[in-house]
């Protein structure tokens, strides 16, 4: 991605003024950590907002670092990437698959971070994402950490949907559309269910305003 990222650049060349992208996210990259900071030093500010996610818990990554003999740029623990212009989150707190490769894509909760990092530009540790800060940092970088108990259940994840596909609407024109929603299921289960989504969403939009 970095390579590709750097042909484009070369082929079109950026206004001062302007951010190529307005979101640039690395998800468990599996590239030399020491060739991904050095990259970085140009990379840095073609995004409005550039993320890192990385995992202690990402056993492919550790098997990558075995054949290459280099630490990985999607790598936490003690040698996790802190630079100016990058917002770090630490993930390895999250249940993932047997190889801990696809977190960001498998768990509800990384997806509902991503929705609102790549919908609304909110900065890690704002209400609306999953992120506390790890009370760790090189200055003046800090560090974040994904919070598992924040951010789980598919409720949270279905509001945030909801949210998106209602981003034209008011807050009580959205949560009346949810409601009338709710009041035609005839299945108590989904019922209820339905509800703690509309718990959730009304929370959210709360947060937003």
């Given at each position: 991605?970095?390579?590709?990222l ?26 030399d ?6 990259a ?10 550039t993320?890192?996610y990385?995992?202690d818990?990402?056993l492919?990554?550790?098997?990558s670092?075995?054949?290459?003999g ?14 100016p212009?990058?917002?770090?989150i630490?993930?390895s707190?999250l249940?993932?698959?047997?190889l801990?490769h696809s ?7 990384a997806?509902y971070d ?6 609304r530009?909110d ?15 090189v ?34 024109q959205?949560?009346a ?9 005839t299945d ?5 269910a ?11 939009l709360?947060?937003?305003?």
């Amino acid at each position: 991605m970095i390579a590709a990222l750097e042909i484009y650049l070369k082929a079109h060349p950026r206004k001062a003024d302007r951010a190529a992208f307005g979101q640039l996210v690395f998800t468990a990259p599996d590239v030399d950590r020491k060739d991904f900071v050095a990259a970085f030093a140009s990379l840095r500010g073609i995004a409005e907002r550039t993320t890192l996610y990385a995992s202690d818990s990402d056993l492919a990554l550790r098997a990558s670092k075995t054949v290459h003999g280099e630490p990985r740029a999607g790598s936490a623990g003690a040698g996790i990437i802190l630079l100016p212009g990058l917002d770090t989150i630490d993930m390895s707190g999250l249940p993932a698959d047997a190889l801990g490769h696809s977190y960001y894509a498998a768990s509800d909760g990384a997806v509902y971070d991503l929705l609102h990092l790549l919908w609304r530009n909110d900065p890690p540790g704002s209400p609306q994402r999953c992120n506390t800060s790890a009370g760790r940092q090189v200055d003046p970088v800090p560090l974040w950490r994904f919070n598992v108990d924040k951010c789980k259940g598919s409720d949270l994840l279905e509001a945030g949907v909801l949210m998106k596909q209602y981003q034209n609407q008011g807050p009580a024109q959205i949560v009346a559309l949810v409601k009338a929603q709710i009041a035609a299921l005839t299945d108590p289960t989904q019922r209820q269910a339905a509800q703690l989504v509309l718990t959730r969403l009304s929370a959210l939009l709360g947060a937003a305003n």
